[in-house]
């Protein structure tokens, strides 16, 4: 995945994350870059990249 499309779906998750938990979406950028979600998402062998935004924003969630 071409790192402007990574970092559009990182900012749509982010936005999602801050609803759900509801905090501001800098709190929610802070909290999922210190996650194991955010570290998969970031290594593309886990194919993490390829599901869904509301996928990883529940992945998330569970951990």
């Given at each position: 995945?071409?790192?402007?499309?990574?970092?559009?779906?990182?900012?749509?998750?982010?936005?999602?994350?801050?609803?759900?938990?509801?905090?501001?979406?800098?709190?929610?950028?802070l909290?999922?870059?210190?996650?194991?979600?955010?570290?998969?998402?970031?290594?593309?062998?886990?194919?993490?990249?390829?599901?869904?935004?509301?996928?990883?924003?529940?992945?998330?969630?569970m951990?």
């Open positions: 995945m071409k790192d402007y499309t990574l970092q559009h779906k990182i900012a749509r998750v982010i936005a999602e994350l801050a609803v759900r938990l509801n905090v501001s979406q800098s709190q929610a950028l909290i999922f870059y210190e996650s194991k979600v955010c570290m998969q998402l970031h290594n593309p062998e886990t194919g993490l990249q390829l599901m869904s935004d509301r996928y990883i924003v529940d992945e998330f969630m951990q």
